[in-house]
């Protein structure tokens, strides 16, 4: 005779099963975190002490039950991808659009503005640590340096050298002759510069410019997104027709894309992933030329998460999607409270992964947030009791 229970039932005889085990096992274990019902099937199941408590619970569940149809089920409630909630605005300053997020010192997000400013913002603290004047232009690029330092590029053709501690600046690095688009650190300690007419490799700390990399290609750059970084140690050029992704250590041209895009990331060796404002996102094998397109229209800014989360920055809405990069499925969409639709001024303009798991993103009317997450999420009633 076949019997037919639902999840309810299964999670209260996984309960009750505890409570059963509870009287005669609580005298033997040492740890108070494990006496209660749901403790002592952990430890009695031998369910690992650092594992989320969904995991751990669905892991003793499937030992007690042993009815896989039910754990199946019982799995989409427990294991379900992990959500991104919105935390809070770190700061807003209207009418300064942020281009450039970065985070320095292990502890400092710094937001380059418009209005040719940079702000620092103390992460563990919480609060705006200065606002850094100097640059005359618009500030478009940063990078993280080591003993405390981090650079700055900006529209007005100049690099500058800051310290963290003290927010002076410390040295102004002259030699490009267009905007500096993207600052990154070298293996070899060099600052790297990639401006709209070269390539330049820096000594920050004597201020001189150790090899330069001409960009014959710059007069028919897109003028409105020209370069973007795409990797470590590697950047794309953007054109009206296509880009080429450029490697500043090789010295050499990687890849040709015939793609009109507005910003591109690689992920390890093999993959790189566009977005383009009207066909959306899309994810191209450079090993077997194989390629997938995620429909998003207003797609203009990517990050990722690791290798297998993909954040994507909206222009039209202050929305950002999270996608599932292995799936290629759009799993979340997170707006920005507060922040007008269909403006230009709530559009997103830089996104940042932090080491911890968050991500920071910026709007154009000088906003900047930050989302958080949890590895599971706790089921729900109303699902449970489906």
């Not at 569940?61 to 019982?74: E, N, R």
């Not at 004047?133 to 478009?140: E, I, K, L």
């Not at 330092?149 to 003290?166: Q, R």
């Not at 191209?284 to 194989?290: F, G, K, P, V, Y």
Request: net charge positive; charged share 20%.
């Amino acid at each position: 005779m076949s019997h037919i229970f639902s999840k309810n039932h299964y999670l209260a005889l996984f309960i009750l099963a505890g409570h059963a085990l509870q009287g005669s096992l609580q005298k033997s274990t040492p740890d108070e975190k494990y006496h209660t019902a749901e403790g002592i099937m952990l430890s009695s199941y031998g369910a690992s002490r650092d594992e989320p408590r969904e995991k751990a619970l669905l892991a003793v569940l499937t030992t007690v039950c042993k009815f896989p149809q039910v754990i199946a089920q019982l799995v989409g409630i427990y294991a379900r991808p992990a959500k991104f909630r919105y935390e809070k605005c770190l700061f807003i300053e209207p009418h300064n659009p942020i281009n450039v997020l970065a985070f320095i010192g292990g502890t400092h997000l710094a937001a380059g503005c418009n209005l040719n400013t940079i702000k620092l913002w103390h992460l563990q603290k919480e609060r705006l640590y200065s606002t850094l004047n100097g640059h005359f232009h618009r500030v478009t690029a940063l990078a993280d340096l080591n003993k405390g330092l981090f650079a700055s590029g900006s529209h007005d053709k100049t690099i500058k050298i800051w310290d963290i501690a003290t927010n002076n600046c410390l040295d102004t690095l002259i030699g490009h002759t267009r905007s500096v688009n993207v600052l990154e650190q070298l293996p070899s300690g060099e600052l790297a510069s990639v401006g709209e007419d070269a390539i330049r490799i820096w000594n920050f700390t004597t201020g001189r410019c150790n090899r330069l990399i001409e960009l014959s290609c710059y007069n028919t750059l897109n003028t409105r997104n020209p370069i973007v970084k795409v990797g470590y140690y590697e950047v794309a050029l953007l054109f009206s027709g296509g880009f080429k992704v450029y490697s500043i250590l090789r010295e050499d041209c990687l890849y040709n894309g015939k793609l009109e895009i507005d910003d591109i990331v690689r992920i390890a060796n093999d993959l790189i992933i566009s977005c383009n404002y009207q066909t959306g996102v899309t994810l191209r094998n450079l090993q077997t030329e194989a390629i997938a397109t995620i429909k998003m229209k207003g797609a203009t800014k990517l990050t990722c998460l690791g290798t297998e989360t993909l954040l994507v920055g909206n222009r039209d809405t202050p929305s950002i999607s999270i996608v599932d990069i292995g799936t290629k499925r759009c799993l979340q969409t997170l707006s920005i409270p507060g922040t007008i639709s269909n403006s230009w001024w709530s559009c997103i303009t830089a996104l940042l992964g932090l080491p911890d798991g968050r991500f920071i993103a910026s709007c154009n009317d000088g906003s900047c947030h930050i989302f958080h997450h949890a590895e599971y999420v706790t089921p729900s009633t109303e699902l449970i009791s489906k």
